[in-house]
């Protein structure tokens, strides 16, 4: 079955970039889907098919896949940006990565 | 208001079982697969089950396979999750979100509701 590897963690300081990474066999083939979860909240869509931003979505979040690896940018990060990320595709079932979890300092 | 609410999480022993509800409202639910993802305490998403607009397909991860059964009454605007046979490791809270197939290769969540949490523990 595909997998998907995220860093446990990245730090970032408030106001600067943050990227986080999910890694995949060739992953740049796949469409890439990213969500935020919040403590004790749901989910939400942040980022669908690699790189377009649903409703609602500020701009400052962003997405890129190219080769073995998938990236979610976050710029000029806020404090309510600190949340857990996940990466998600879809490969004969819907498969996500183990989420990273976004500190800004 | 375009939403999800699940209902009919608790406590159950192993072996016991559970439905799950999800109640649709501010969108064409007949229109969309629905899927069931769930998430163990302190643990990442799972996708767990999905279902075609007319019910005529239906997926489901290995782990839950002839242990789950995922339906949906359109009429009603529900999707619903009976659950048998549980186990410890099927504690989780269980989100119920809306499916988008964006193509053949392509599929995410665009809707979830806020879960409901089932604890399997005698």
């Known amino acids: 079955s595909y997998e998907l590897t995220q860093p446990l963690s990245v730090s970032v300081a408030l106001g600067q970039t943050a990227r986080i990474t999910c890694g995949g066999n060739n992953i740049g083939s796949k469409n890439v889907h990213w969500y935020q979860q919040k403590p004790g909240q749901a989910p939400v869509l942040v980022i669908y098919?690699?790189?377009n931003r649903p409703s609602g979505i500020p701009e400052r979040f962003s997405g890129s896949n190219s080769g073995n690896t998938a990236t979610l940018t976050i710029s000029r990060a806020q404090a309510g940006d600190e949340a857990d990320y996940y990466c998600q595709v879809w490969d004969s079932s819907s498969v996500f990565g183990g989420g990273t979890k976004l500190t800004v300092l | 208001e375009v939403q999800l609410v699940e209902s009919g999480g608790g406590l159950v022993q192993p072996g016991g079982s559970l439905r799950l509800s999800c109640a649709a409202s501010?969108?064409?639910?007949?229109?969309?697969?629905m899927s069931w993802v769930r998430q163990a305490p302190g643990k990442g998403l799972e996708w767990v089950a999905n279902i075609k607009q007319d019910g005529s397909e239906k997926y489901y991860v290995d782990s839950v396979k002839g242990r789950f059964t995922i339906s949906r009454d359109n009429a009603k605007n529900s999707l619903y999750l009976q659950m048998n046979s549980l186990r410890a490791e099927d504690t989780a809270v269980y989100y119920c979100a809306r499916d988008i197939v964006a193509t053949i290769y392509s599929r995410y969540f665009d809707l979830w509701g806020r879960g409901t949490l089932v604890t399997v523990s005698s």
């Open positions: 098919r690699d790189s």
């Open positions: 501010g969108f064409t639910f007949s229109s969309y697969w």
